[in-house]
Structure formats: C-alpha cells, structure tokens
C-alpha cells in the first residue's frame, strides 16, 4: 500500500511538471498572455488527463498484472518445492539404500574373512595332523625294522609277529601278550632293556609302560624281576649286554644279535 501511495505522488508530480512546462508553449502558440484563462483550463485538463490515464493503468496493474505474475511465481515456487522435496526425498531414499548395502557389504566381507579365517585354520589343522600322522607312521616302521633286524636269527616268525603286535599296542596303549615263552641263548636281561628302552621311547611311552611291555612280552625270561625294577633299569649299562642304548633323535641302527634259535 506504501508502495502505490508513493507512486501516485510521484505520478502527480510528474503530471503537474509536464503541465506547467507546457503551457509556455501552448501560450505562445496561442499568441496569449501567461494570465490567460486558458492556461488554468488548459493546466486542469492535462492535469485530468494524466491522472485518468494511471489510474486507468494502475486499475489494470492491480488486477490483472499483478495477480497473474503473483500466479506465475506460486507456480514457479510450487514446482521448486515439489523438485526439492523429491530431490529430498529421493536423497533419504538413496542414503537408506547407501547404509543398507554399506552394512551388507561390511556383513559379506565380514562373513568371508570369518569363513578364510575358519578354511585356513582347518587347513592347518589337517596339515598338522597329516604330519603328525605321517611322523608317527615313519616311527613305527622304523622300530619296526629296528626290531626285526635285531631278533630275525633268534625268534621264530610266530614270536616274531606276536613282538610286531605288541609293539603296536605299547604304541596304542593297549593289552600286550606274551610273545616269547622261552629262555633265548646269550641274550640278556640288560639286552631286553636296552632294546625295549629304544622302541619305547621313541613311541613316547613312559618308563612304567616300558617295563610293563618287556616284561609281558618276554614272560620267562623276566619272571622274577618286577616292573618297578626293570623301570629303574632301562638305562643301565652294568653287566653283560649287546644291545646298546640309542640316544632319542639318532637314527635307530640294528644290532645284530650273534646268536641262532635253539
């Protein structure tokens, strides 16, 4: 409202101005004197005439003008609104979409890391037990041979595969039989030790399972020694014997008994 009162002062003004400055000329056009009535009448209509005219264009600013660019511009302001809010909106979606497949992809990865993790460690148990596997088997066939090598020209081969069977079963922890029921020329008591002492061992038996094994397996030959005795004896170098202690971790090399079966 400030806004048109100004400018209806303002075309007032200008009217008045351009018709003061024109009655100069209309004068002397006119061959008249400056106080002539005509200058007042011919100031008045102008005067109305310019007045008529902006109140006629103002008429037609004010309703039809302005209502149409006020119009334009809610329309312009709502189309903006709709394209922000749908920019929003498609922005929250995205972002929703974004930190689904970001916790996805963390959970994937997460999920594959956990399953190389989960392969790589039964891998290396199954290797580790593969190898000890493998260790185990090259032990046993090493006291295997060692024992064969040592008893092959003294025992006969149903001695011979009762001795293999036991030596399994000092291996698994198992019941042991007696294999030799006998008395065997020139070997020794300090022999069985020593030789029970090597396979032993290397079986990772204790003393006591040790004695117990060569004990039962030569039932005759070491009736009258206990097996607390014999533990205690598995490393004595006294007396007569053929058979030497092999330290752990030296290769086990067969001693050759000089003596045939009966």
Known sequence: M??????????????????????????ILKGNSPHSLDLVLYSLFTTLLFITIIFMVETAYCKYIVPTICNFIDVLQDQRSKRINKIQGNTKRNGRLSMKLFHKTIDDNKEKTDNSILYSHEEEVRLDRERIKKEKDDTIKEVMSYFEATFKDILTSNEMSVMKE???????????????????????????????????????CSNMQIAHFIKKSFQLMLEDTEILTIS???????????????????????????FSRD
Not at 3 to 25: D, E, G, K, Q
Not at 198 to 204: A, C, H, P, S, T
């Open 2 to 27: 400030k806004r048109l009162n100004l400018f209806h002062f303002a075309v007032i003004y200008v009217t008045a101005i351009c018709s003061i400055t024109s009655i100069p000329r209309y004068l």
């Open 166 to 204: 036991n030596i399994m079963a000092l291996n698994n922890k198992t019941e042991i039989k007696t294999a030799v029921s006998r008395r065997l020329n020139g070997v020794t008591s300090k022999d069985l030790y020593h030789l029970a002492r090597n396979i032993g061992k290397r079986l990772g």
């Open 232 to 258: 205690s004896k598995l490393t004595c170098n006294e007396g007569r014997f053929t058979i030497k202690i092999i330290p752990i971790g030296t290769p086990l090399i067969a001693q050759s008994l000089p």
